[in-house]
Structure formats: C-alpha cells, structure tokens
C-alpha cells in the first residue's frame, strides 16, 4: 500500500477568499488526472514560480511533496504538486474543472463577493501586466492579458468582468504566437478598474504574487507624485 499524504480533503466545499484564489489559480494552471489502472484521481498544480506552488500547498493544509521539473534550453523549470484525492478531483469536476480542461473549460459559478479573488488566482497563473515607459521616464499605457486556450471560458470572464465591476476591455483576441490560444486585453483605465477588483483590501498574506502587483503599483508612483492613496485616473480613486 503506497504512502498516505495529508491534505484537507473539504477546501472546496466552502467559498472562502482562499478557496477562490486556489481555484482560480487551478483553473489557470492546474489539471485532473484520472488513472483508473491504478484506481487514483489526482490534482496536478504546476507553475514556474516555486512561491506559488508552496502557498497551494500550504492553503490545502498538504504534505505532497512539490517535484521540480527541468525543461532544458532556455525554459524556466516547472514545479509540480500532484495530490492524490478522490474526493478533491471529484469536488472539482462538480464546480467545473475537467480532465483535458484547457480546450473546454467550464466558468465556475463563483458568488460576487469571492470574484475577484478568483480573477487574481487565475491572474496570477495565467495573467500578465504589462508597463510601457516614455522615453521621458513617465509610463505611457498599463496592460493586462488573461490567457488561455478555452475560447469559451475567456469568453465567459470578459462578461463577468464587465458585469461585476464595469470592465469592458476590446473583446476576445486569437494570441499570434501560440496555436488554439485566446487573450482578453485591458489597457490602462480598465487595468486600474482591475486593479480594484482583484487587490481590494484586505489582502490576505500570500494570496497574491508580488511582482504582478508591482507593476500596478510601479505605474501609480510613476504617473503622480501623490500617495498611492490619493491617485485618482480618469475619475477611478485608488486606494493603497
């Protein structure tokens, strides 16, 4: 009989600020594995940022160990969490995520007051936020990209997004540089409304990854001298 790992077996029974981050974040860059020869169900999380796959862990209350894979050439190795749960893989499959998910991913019925903890998971998996500079040295545009290669799922976050908080953004674009994938764009005035949503306070310790909010961050300083506190672009007041 193999080894028995611990994990918290009910993380996803209950909507939490957590939940939402994981689950967000699973959606972006975690998978369903089902291995019936050997009669196992796992979760597979991966990602190249080690920090964020020690925090899954660590909310998931797992022992499992994190394996580091090694692509070689010029690519960032890959840390894997793969927990072995029936009970969690089928949990899952019931909000919506599914074996094979990237094609046919299912947007999960996420309640108002969680959304935007699960926008920054996914964000924080598979977001990125761009800052373009003047050559003066003040920035000139702020962008933000979700990715994925399920049209219908980013198809289902642009109208949530702009549901839930007014974020429009210019609709759904085929990514040039990777076959079957799709992005949602936001340029600046949208990307500080996201901003809003994604980092409201409170923030809970390490549910979030720093250097994609340093970027919105860096952009506020840089576009006044004012306290973060009192920035106000295009009639958005943001907070620090």
């Known amino acids: 009989m193999g080894i028995k790992y611990r994990v918290n077996e009910q993380f996803f029974d209950t909507w939490s600020h957590s939940m939402a981050y994981t689950l967000g974040f699973i959606y972006a860059d975690g998978s369903l594995e089902d291995a019936p020869y050997i009669r196992a169900k796992y979760l597979r999380v991966t990602n190249t940022d080690l920090d964020r796959i020690q925090t899954i862990k660590r909310i998931l209350k797992s022992d499992h160990k994190i394996v580091t894979e090694e692509k070689g050439g010029n690519y960032k190795p890959r840390h894997l969490l793969r927990i072995g749960s029936h009970k969690l893989y089928d949990r899952l499959v019931k909000i919506g995520v599914t074996p094979r998910k990237s094609l046919v991913m299912i947007f ?49 976050l642009h109208f949530r997004l702009e549901a839930c908080a007014g974020i429009k953004g210019r609709g759904l674009y085929r990514h040039g540089s990777t076959k079957g994938t799709y992005q949602l764009r936001y340029s600046s005035e949208d990307s500080i409304r996201l901003f809003k949503l994604m980092y409201k306070l409170p923030l809970q ?36």
């Open 108 to 156: 999960p019925d996420v309640p108002n007051a969680y959304f935007g903890s699960f926008v920054r998971g996914y964000f924080d998996g598979d977001g990125c936020a761009y800052l373009e500079i003047r050559p003066t040295g003040r920035p000139k545009r702020l962008l933000t990209v979700f990715t994925s290669g399920s049209k219908v799922f980013l198809e289902a």
């Open 205 to 240: 310790k390490g549910l979030f990854l720093q250097r994609k909010y340093d970027i919105f961050t860096r952009y506020f300083k840089l576009h006044s001298s004012m306290p973060l506190a009192r920035l106000k672009f295009g009639g958005l007041m943001v907070k620090g």
